[in-house]
């Protein structure tokens, strides 16, 4: 082996060297045998480690030192070497050595060591010798040293030995000390002596050192390697958790407690997640928002939230645009400033039209990007109608049929959440281009573009009314089949008259769900919802100053009321994209199916409606009824519980307790209900009124099944020996609560309280929260009833009773049970029928009233009551004689007392006569 050594005196940088090696027969030869070139490129650096520092032995320091040992004696030799990152360490003998593994000493990189061990036998007697060399990590050698063994006859031996630390002694000659490595997580080596008469002597471990932590699985089964002492360790948390756990390894070897502080569980981390466009969201913590790059042919960023409970929100893609989109984008602009051909307007719109149609699934940034591009070409027309081209129309409306395709439906419901601009822009582009398109062609015309999601009519004519669709042209379209038409009524009209109208599909829902209330901006959340189709009409021009509109719209849901004739106002005072308005409309008349709207301008229109099955008519006697049925049963209520506290002693049972806890409940509802029904001035004592009525009306039901369970108890079990009481009544208090947190953790509060109501919301999915529970009572409680009813007419007792008498004690013991069972809430299912208002009546009547009828059936004409009374009045009527009775021994004793003095004084004075 060469070592070639170079130190530089050049400046730093690269340089290349060239070396021809040349083989020679012998040292006087001048003729070489072979010659190899060699060119290598060295690059000189600035280093404060100098290359003259070359490693060194620490435990070898005399060259060809003799050391003599006997046979079956171990030789042993640590061999340590310092110098800049030692690399390995030569060991060369004619003898088979037992060599370690280059190992670390200590804490530093400088000094590393090797374990060398040999046990020579008999035939080995003589001397043999043993080099090494070290070498650091650029090559540098330490000096070679060598050592001479000297193996020795020996008579007396120490036999093989293992010592109470497990270190294994092989056969030694005497005289002779032997040194081993420490065993475990030990340095260095330990050293033992067989004396002269070859008896082991005990071993000196004092040169043994801890300089390791030995490997461990701690409670939490997390595995810590073997490391060096006063080591800081950092690993993954494991199971379902994420971050690091720490430990430290002290310097005496010992592992201290693991820190588990960083350690946080994964249970409420939004799970790993591929979305429908296939970006890959990694295990996140709660309460954060990740943002990466637009995956496949997109430019720009995504960000999704991981909200409080662990659930991720839906993606924002709307800073994701294709890059094909993106360069129209960028023609756009061109366009706008003026630096682009002739018919470059045409050219995007077929660009556009093309990307749209083709595309499997367009991202909210592109509909956004679709948008933008439509309402910057519609405004560039508008003051360039030379621009404009005959067969624009067409192109415009496959563009905009394109964006409205059911497939893209999603993606502009997550704009119209997220609070984005969303499908107005769109609208709003469409009435500006159908309005400059309109100059385009002189005289009268007509022009209709029908589509799968859209209609479109441009056109000009002198017609006294003038009415959309064109039913002619639109016989074989969608709109064919709506009875939604607008018809313009010419009041003060000159000369032809330019009109554009639009009619949209399905995308009512894609609109903000806002309207002006009052001059302030509301929020529907349960007021009103559209229940038309989107309708656009414009007059072009100035050829009308007077005209009305004149608008049918056939409703899309038939469970509405109050029909709202509204407009969509685009600049509506602190509103993003604008809200409905009924500004300058009227309502001319409305059926079930279709409502006719008057207006006296134009725009987009379209009809809002409330949700609910109540006509407005019979708001107010059903308001009524519910008040006062619930205070008429909060007085009964409060009766029943101060009759039955009175006659306690004798009605306590079971049945009472469970009475007494569903008064109690009852009375808490209708009060919140009076109370807080209709607080919705504000919106969060409201939220609190509709959680404490979801709660407290499951109170209600649950004891109301408890009353059931009990009932069916003793009619079939008879005589049940233990009672349930003390776990069923603690059950009905609690279970409520669990459902209502679940619902309002799950909902985060959504759904409870809107601006028309403090209760569940009907158009969320958190009415179910209630109903749910409420239907599952219900029925068991009929199953019970009908279970009950069949017992008692199937017993005995009635066997000989006539038909007549079993169907009356029928009746009555259904009466009794239905307060009780809430059965009655069954009408409320029938009040759903808009043409049924007959059931809502009986609905608010037997359920307000139903503190009367617990009271009329379960106290007033209760037999047990009725006895407990009496045994109350005959203990009062006791207590009444017990105290009059007392009162005449008193008198008595006291008239004794009186009358005997009496007659000892006439006694006294007669003596004195007769003296």
């Not at 600035?46 to 003599?68: A, G, Q, Y």
């Not at 007085?635 to 569903?662: A, E, G, P, Q, S």
Request: charged share 15%; proline share 2%.
């Amino acid at each position: 082996m060469c070592v070639i050594t170079y130190n530089s005196t050049v400046d730093t940088g690269f340089y290349v060297v060239a070396l021809q090696i040349e083989d020679f027969a012998s040292s006087e030869a001048v003729n070489e045998l072979s010659s190899i070139p060699l060119q290598f490129l060295i690059e000189v650096q600035n280093s404060s480690d100098s290359c003259e520092i070359k490693p060194v032995f620490e435990t070898l320091h005399d060259m060809n030192s003799i050391i003599e040992i006997p046979v079956y004696t171990a030789y042993h030799q640590t061999i340590i070497a310092k110098g800049f990152k030692i690399s390995e360490i030569d060991v060369i003998s004619q003898i088979q050595l037992t060599i370690s593994e280059l190992l670390m000493y200590g804490t530093t990189f400088e000094r590393w060591y090797i374990n060398v061990t040999w046990i020579p036998s008999p035939i080995f007697i003589g001397n043999h010798s043993i080099c090494y060399k070290a070498f650091d990590i650029i090559s540098q050698a330490s000096d070679n040293i060598c050592t001479t063994v000297n193996v020795t006859s020996s008579i007396n031996y120490c036999m093989e030995n293992v010592d109470s630390f497990r270190t294994k002694w092989n056969i030694t000659a005497e005289n002779t000390q032997v040194n081993l490595p420490c065993t475990n997580e030990y340095m260095d080596s330990v050293s033992r002596n067989c004396n002269g008469a070859g008896i082991w002597e005990e071993p000196n471990y004092i040169q043994c050192s801890t300089h390791y932590c030995v490997e461990n699985v701690d409670r939490f089964n997390t595995k810590w390697n073997t490391t060096v002492i006063n080591t800081h360790v950092n690993v993954l948390c494991t199971g379902e958790y994420v971050g690091n756990v720490s430990r430290n390894c002290t310097g005496g070897g010992i592992w201290e407690e693991p820190d588990y502080s960083q350690c946080i569980s994964t249970t409420y981390y939004c799970g790993a997640n591929v979305d429908r466009f296939n970006t890959i969201w990694s295990l996140t913590k709660p309460k954060s928002q990740v943002t990466l790059f637009c995956t496949g042919d997109y430019v720009g960023n995504v960000s999704r939230n991981c909200n409080g409970v662990g659930i991720w929100d839906d993606p924002n893609y709307s800073q994701c645009i294709s890059k094909s989109i993106q360069l129209l984008i960028e023609q756009t602009a061109r366009l706008v400033s003026g630096g682009s051909e002739n018919n470059i307007v045409t050219i995007i719109l077929e660009d556009l039209e093309n990307i749209t149609r083709v595309h499997t699934g367009l991202r909210s940034g592109d509909l956004l990007a679709s948008s933008a591009i439509l309402n910057d070409i519609a405004k560039y027309v508008t003051d360039h109608k030379e621009k404009l081209a005959v067969n624009q129309l067409e192109i415009f409306g496959s563009l905009c049929d394109n964006l409205l395709q059911e497939k893209n439906h999603q993606t502009w419901d997550e704009l119209t959440d997220e609070g984005l601009t969303g499908v107005t822009s769109l609208v709003n582009a469409v009435t500006d281009y159908n309005d400059a398109f309109n100059q385009v062609i002189d005289g009268e015309f007509s022009v209709v573009v029908v589509k799968d999601n859209i209609v479109m009519e441009v056109g000009r004519n002198s017609f006294d009314d003038i009415t959309v669709p064109d039913r002619l042209k639109t016989s074989e379209s969608w709109i064919a089949d709506s009875a939604t038409e607008i018809k313009l009524k010419k009041n003060i009209c000159s000369g032809l008259t330019g009109y554009s109208s639009t009619f949209y599909r399905n995308i009512s829902r894609f609109f903000p769900k806002f309207f002006i209330h009052n001059g302030e901006i509301r929020s529907f959340d349960g007021w009103y919802d559209v229940n038309s189709i989107i309708a656009d009409f414009t007059v072009t021009g100035k050829s009308c100053s007077d005209f009305s509109l004149v608008v049918t719209f056939e409703h899309l849901f038939g469970n509405f009321s109050r029909p709202f004739c509204g407009f969509w106002n685009f600049t509506a005072f602190n509103t993003v994209n604008g809200a409905w308005s009924s500004f300058g409309s009227q309502v001319m008349n409305s059926t079930d199916s279709y409502t006719i709207c008057e207006y006296n301008h134009t725009t987009n229109f379209a009809v809002l409606m409330s949700p609910g099955l109540t006509p407005m008519s019979h708001h107010l006697p059903l308001s009524m009824i519910s008040a006062i049925g619930c205070g008429i049963s909060i007085v009964f209520l409060v009766i029943t519980l101060i009759v039955h506290c009175v006659l306690w002693k004798y009605v306590k049972n079971d049945r009472t307790k469970i009475l007494m806890n569903l008064c109690v409940a009852l009375i808490l509802s209708y009060v919140i209900f009076l109370a807080g029904i209709t607080r919705t001035d504000n919106k969060e004592v409201c939220t609190a009124i509709a959680v404490a009525l979801h709660y407290i009306f499951l109170t209600d039901f649950a004891l109301m099944l408890a009353e059931g369970i009990h009932l069916v108890r003793m009619v079939v079990i008879i005589f049940p020996s233990k009672s349930i009481i003390q776990w069923l009544l603690p059950a009905c208090w609690v279970l409520p609560g669990g459902i209502v947190g679940i619902a309002a953790s799950v909902t985060k509060l959504k759904g409870y309280g809107n601006q028309k109501i403090c209760w569940l919301t009907l158009e969320s999915n958190l009415i179910w929260g209630f109903i749910g529970p409420a239907l599952l009572v219900i029925l068991i409680n009929f199953v019970i009833i009908i279970i009950t009813v069949s017992k008692i007419m199937t017993s005995k007792g009635l066997a000989k009773k006539t038909i007549k008498e079993k169907s009356k004690i029928g009746s009555t013991s259904i009466c009794v049970m239905l307060p009780l069972f809430g059965v009655t809430w069954v009408l409320g299912a029938f009040s759903l029928n808009e043409d049924l208002v007959i059931f809502q009546y009986l609905f608010s009547i037997f359920n307000s009233l139903q503190g009367l009828f617990i009271c009329l059936f379960h106290c007033f004409l209760n037999k047990k009551v009725k006895e407990g009374y009496h045994h109350f009045q005959r203990r009062r009527k006791a207590n009444r004689m017990d105290t009059k009775l007392s009162s005449d021994l008193t008198n008595y004793d006291n008239n004794k007392k009186i009358t005997a003095h009496q007659r000892k004084y006439l006694d006294t004075e007669e003596r004195n006569k007769g003296i």
